[in-house]
């Protein structure tokens, strides 16, 4: 074992050979103390000068305090991963469903691998592999975004010491799927009689229509007030929401509310739930047990699916909702702020993506500019 200055050494492991005999390694290890306690790591080298040059390397980095502690060194992505899902189930967040496919792909890349050894190399590799199986950079730029809360989490816990880079991808894929009116009544004249009610709230509001419509229950509506709501809690940014009754989708609810009491008159209980089965089950579970969301879930996906082919509208999705609320709103004038509030965008740069500009509104534009005084 060679002693270098600052504690550290650099050594070359022995081990028993086949014969019997006992021959040191070919490369050399280096060997040091962090928070009192021995590291030993190997140097890939078998030049004593480039494994003197490491060993200092890792000596200023315990200096400056940066080093890893020997626990924060152990900690796996399965460490990581059962934190940041307590973190999910505690924080009651929504989006758990998305959450496990994404650690799936994370899994599939670093399960079994240490922290301390994830490079922003790693990650840039990671990133490109996953363009290259033809995931979208937005889905990407999600999994990297878990990977970052990953760390933060096991950072605050005392699990990883140092915060590795985690490079995002720059989105260019703005959005530009939207509905004209006539092509959204093809639509809804395609789709099954249930949804056709929820469909023209989501379209009318630009809510997520599983999560924020189909979840909806009565004492979510004032017809007197003239309020749709969602509560706090119930969106995926935490805040509540409202959304004015304007003439066409008061009406879609009163004709819904008349719909739903004649149907608990025939059941001879109350139902909940503005929009459900002809048994007064809710549409989707978004609640309830995986078999029933499962079910729910495919019921949609298939009436949307048949209703898009018929209406000659493939590769629309029921997320273009969000994005045509948000054009007729400042088509009508509508004020940034106030579209945030009641679409529900967080941030203003998300809104920009959604915020469509088409030919319509610019010929708008081109009038008010005429009209000017000269």
Request: glycine share 8%.
């Amino acid at each position: 074992m060679r002693r270098t200055p600052g504690s550290g050494s650099i050594f070359r492991p022995t081990y028993r050979a086949a014969d019997g005999e006992t021959r040191a390694s070919r490369l050399y290890w280096i060997a040091y103390r962090v928070a009192g306690e021995l590291k030993r790591e190997p140097t890939h080298t078998a030049d004593k000068r480039a494994a003197e040059k490491i060993l200092r390397t890792r000596l200023a980095l315990v200096d400056r305090g940066e080093a890893s502690a020997p626990a924060a060194d152990r900690t796996t992505f399965e460490q990581l991963e059962a934190a940041i899902r307590a973190d999910y189930l505690a924080n009651g967040r929504r989006s758990s469903a998305r959450l496990g496919q994404a650690l799936a792909h994370l899994r599939a890349r670093w399960g079994g691998t240490r922290a301390v050894l994830w490079r922003a190399d790693g990650v840039s590799v990671y990133a490109g592999e996953r363009l290259g199986a033809g995931a979208a950079r937005a889905t990407v730029n999600y999994e990297l975004a878990i990977l970052k809360r990953m760390l933060r989490l096991g950072h605050r816990l005392g699990l990883v010491d140092r915060l590795p880079h985690v490079p995002m991808l720059a989105l260019r894929n703005a959005r530009v799927g939207f509905f004209e009116r006539a092509d959204f009544e093809r639509l809804r004249r395609a789709l099954p009689a249930d949804l056709r009610p929820p469909v023209l709230v989501a379209y009318v509001t630009g809510w997520r229509l599983t999560s924020e419509v189909l979840t909806r229950r009565w004492h979510h509506l004032d017809l007197r007030a003239g309020w749709l709501r969602l509560e706090p809690g119930e969106t995926k940014g935490g805040e509540g929401r409202q959304f004015p009754l304007v003439p066409e989708l008061r009406a879609v609810l009163r004709a819904q509310r008349r719909a739903v009491t004649a149907l608990e008159r025939r059941l001879g209980r109350v139902v909940p739930w503005i929009f459900c089965t002809t048994e007064g089950a809710p549409l989707f579970y978004g609640d309830g047990s995986p078999e029933n969301r499962y079910q729910s879930s495919a019921y949609l996906r298939s009436g949307w699916r048949d209703a898009v082919k018929a209406a000659g509208l493939a590769g629309r999705i029921p997320h273009d909702f969000r994005r045509t609320a948000t054009r007729q709103l400042l088509r009508a004038g509508v004020s940034l702020p106030s579209v945030m509030k009641m679409v529900g965008w967080e941030t203003d740069a998300v809104l920009r993506r959604y915020a469509i500009v088409d030919e319509t509104m610019l010929r708008e534009a081109g009038a008010k500019l005429a009209r000017l005084p000269r």
